[in-house]
């Protein structure tokens, strides 16, 4: 079992529409976790963290967190094209260091 | 403020030879991080620095790779005898470490390798 699994997608919605990506992590120390956008070409940047059990919103992103099913999500509500990228997962080990999923493409659609 | 810089951005390079590739941190931050992204692919952990403590090379793909970081603030991966394997976007990213918030981790524009 890999630590983070992704469905890599891609995962197509269309505009306006909400984009629900998903993450499962095997580490049951993890305390912190992040969501990276990755536009194609780029290098990652953080958009959103959670440490507490439940939902976190920030402008049009949700993320939720359930550390008993060691599960942890993201939505966009109202989906624009400019969304469309790879969202990598990310929750932080005990080594100090985060452990990346593969990622989800998402493709918004107008 | 100034983010995380690498440089080159394009490096193309013939088989067998040596590279170099830099990274130059956010300043303030303590923790500094490469990773390699090939095509299409998923982000693969290389070499992590935290402060003056031994950095944990657990990723490195083999004794061709190797790191440093000087003075705690600039770090410089080296790829000797490069293979065409080798070839991928080389990452770098930094965070403040063991402080709040510490592990957000900002990542730098990257290194385009490519070798021939």
């Known amino acids: 079992q890999k630590e983070v699994e992704q469905n890599s997608g891609p995962l197509s919605v269309p505009e306006g529409a909400i984009a629900s990506l998903n993450c499962t992590y095997s580490?049951?120390?993890?305390?912190?976790f992040f969501w990276y956008r990755q536009y194609s070409g780029k290098s990652p940047e953080l958009i959103m963290f959670?440490?507490?059990?439940g939902d976190k919103e920030d402008g049009r992103f949700t993320a939720q967190l359930n550390k008993a099913s060691q599960y942890v999500s993201l939505l966009i509500r109202d989906s624009q094209p400019s969304d469309s990228a790879t969202y990598l997962c990310?929750?932080?080990?005990?080594?100090?260091?985060?452990?990346f999923g593969g990622g989800t493409r998402l493709m918004v659609k107008p | 403020g100034a983010g995380v810089s690498q440089s080159p951005s394009n490096k193309v390079t013939e088989k067998g030879k040596d590279v170099e590739l830099r990274c130059d941190p956010i300043?303030?931050?303590?923790?500094l991080y490469w990773y390699r992204q090939s095509l299409g692919q998923g982000l693969e952990f290389l070499i992590y620095?935290?402060?003056?403590?031994?950095?944990?090379k657990s990723g490195l793909p083999s004794d061709r790779f190797s790191a440093e970081r000087t003075g705690g603030s600039v770090s410089t991966l080296t790829i000797q005898r490069t293979q065409q394997e080798d070839s991928a976007v080389y990452l770098c990213?930094?965070?403040?470490?063991?402080?709040?918030?510490?592990?957000?981790?900002?990542f730098g524009p990257g290194t385009r390798l490519t070798v021939t």
């Open positions: 990310a929750p932080h080990n005990a080594g100090n260091m985060l452990t």
């Open positions: 620095f935290q402060g003056n403590s031994a950095p944990d």
């Open positions: 990213a930094s965070s403040l470490g063991n402080r709040v918030r510490a592990y957000e981790q900002y």
């Open positions: 300043s303030g931050h303590t923790a």
């Open positions: 959670i440490y507490s059990n």
């Open positions: 580490d049951r120390g993890s305390q912190s």
